[in-house]
């Protein structure tokens, strides 16, 4: 089993920034590709950036320029850094991960989301 686990999320004011950490951990023995995705409220999850092992990330056009993705592959860790967050940022942000377990299984896993609320 694999488990996802993101920090990071809060309010924060239209301008500002945050930075959301997404820890996998468990039987891994490799973890393929990692991302973010987030689903606002009355709308389908999308994806938001992705970063595959040893590739280059990609993002959604509405976030390019301001969100930067990265990971730490020692620490299992993905980050998604924030700028110049909009209302329209608001949402539930969920960690993904495409995982080959140390049984050798490949499999998609996800945390439980971290709120992310872009208000003054």
């Known amino acids: 089993q694999v488990q996802l686990v993101e920090s990071g999320g809060g309010l924060v004011q239209p301008g500002g920034s945050l930075r959301l950490s997404c820890v996998a951990s468990?039987?891994?023995?490799?973890?393929?590709?990692m991302g973010w995705y987030r689903q606002a409220p009355g709308k389908q999850r999308e994806l938001v950036a992705i970063i595959p092992t040893g590739g280059s990330p990609n993002y959604v056009d509405s976030v390019k320029g301001r969100f930067t993705i990265s990971r730490d592959n020692a620490k299992n860790t993905v980050y998604l850094q924030m700028n110049s967050l909009k209302p329209e940022d608001t949402a539930v942000y969920y960690c993904n991960a495409y995982v080959t377990t140390r049984s050798r299984y490949e499999m998609d896993y996800w945390g439980k989301g971290t709120l992310v609320t872009v208000s003054s």
């Open positions: 468990g039987s891994i023995f490799s973890i393929n590709v």
